[in-house]
């Protein structure tokens, strides 16, 4: 066969293939889109879990009429310049994939208005070429991205799609995690029409808290201990569940970014273990801030995972906070707690 450069259509599904998994994986794209335009609200409307529709609205800066194109464009982003940059990431988006991926796989439209835009444009790409089409609408300031018919023209990822319920939770459990990583920023999820989760932010300490109970559930705000712990450039804090209570929610963040982190899981799995001997880990929620040049991101395209330069150092820090934490008298989610999350 002779050599050709795939069209761009097809390139960019083939790169979607490893960030666009399912409808949750969409929602997780577009929403930290958002959170990096600086939006403090967040409006998720789901249809059929996700199959017909994913819409994320946002209050965020919007995109200016001219580079509408270029958001739909594969390698195309306003996050990064250089390689520092890279290494120095604190936007949680940087790879300039996602909507021109989405937009391979689905019929997806952006509008968008920056606050010194008078008028609000609409962008979708269409064919082989991925041509993008232009034209004027109305929207408020802001932008939002609809996403119709997922994997439409892709029936072997369409196969993969589970029954609308399923994927709606795996939505759900997204949209939880999200909303612990930005207690600063109100979110809204709509299912079929109704309004399924109300996470609101007016800054207060109560707000947060119940937005804790919200997510974790309320025997979490009644018993989990609060941990601070902080050695040179290192913060840990969060809340953890006593030994010997089982739980689902089990959260952890790197610098703000929900993370499945291995290192992190394990530092925590460990320290559990050694007091209680059993491998049972109970619900927590973490925080770990440290340097972002001590952290690479740029390791797993949908950045589930970190890469941490001083990897040990780092999880055995985690294990013996855990451990001082859960092995010591229990704090209820008392007024320290309380205080962190007013942060
Ligand atoms: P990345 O987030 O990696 O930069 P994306 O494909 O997700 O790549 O988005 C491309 C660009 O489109 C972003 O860099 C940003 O400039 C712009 N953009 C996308 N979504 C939004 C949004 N909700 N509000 C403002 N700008 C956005
Ligand atoms: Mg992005």
Do not use: C
């Amino acid at each position: 066969m002779a050599i050709e450069i795939l069209p761009a259509r097809l390139a960019n599904q083939i790169a979607a293939g490893e960030v666009v998994e399912r409808p949750a994986s969409v929602v997780k794209e577009l929403v930290e889109n958002s959170l990096d335009s600086g939006a403090t609200k967040i409006q998720i409307d789901i249809e059929r879990g996700g199959h017909k529709l994913i819409r994320i609205r946002d209050n965020g800066s919007g995109i200016i009429k001219e580079e509408l194109t270029l958001a739909l464009s594969r390698h195309a982003t306003s996050k990064l310049k250089t390689l520092d940059d890279l290494e120095n990431i604190i936007s949680l988006g940087f790879r300039g994939e996602a909507l021109a991926s989405i937009s391979s796989v689905s019929r997806l439209t952006l509008s968008s208005k920056p606050e010194a835009q008078e008028t609000a444009w609409q962008a979708f790409a269409e064919g082989r070429d991925m041509a993008v089409q232009v034209q004027p609408t109305s929207h408020p300031n802001g932008t939002t991205v609809e996403v119709k018919d997922l994997f439409f023209n892709t029936p072997a990822r369409r196969k993969f799609l589970r029954t609308e319920k399923t994927e709606f939770a795996h939505i759900d459990e997204l949209v939880k995690r999200i909303a612990l990583s930005r207690f600063d920023v109100a979110f809204t999820l709509t299912h079929n029409g109704k309004v399924v989760r109300q996470y609101r932010s007016n800054g207060s300490v109560e707000a947060n808290i119940q937005r804790v109970a919200q997510v974790a559930g309320k025997a979490f705000l009644e018993q989990a201990a609060f941990l601070e712990s902080g050695t040179d450039g290192l913060t840990l804090f969060g809340w953890l569940m006593p030994v010997g209570t089982s739980g689902t929610t089990q959260y952890t963040y790197v610098n703000g970014r929900m993370m499945r982190d291995k290192l992190i899981q394990h530092a925590i799995r460990q320290a559990y273990e050694e007091i209680a001997g059993s491998e049972e880990v109970p619900s927590f929620v973490l925080y770990l801030v440290l340097d972002p040049r001590q952290v690479d991101v740029n390791v797993h395209p949908a950045k589930h995972e970190v890469r941490f330069h001083q990897a040990r150092l780092i999880h055995d820090f985690i294990v013996q906070a855990v451990k001082q934490v859960v092995s010591s008298e229990q704090h209820a989610f008392g007024e320290i707690a309380t205080n962190a999350v007013a942060e």
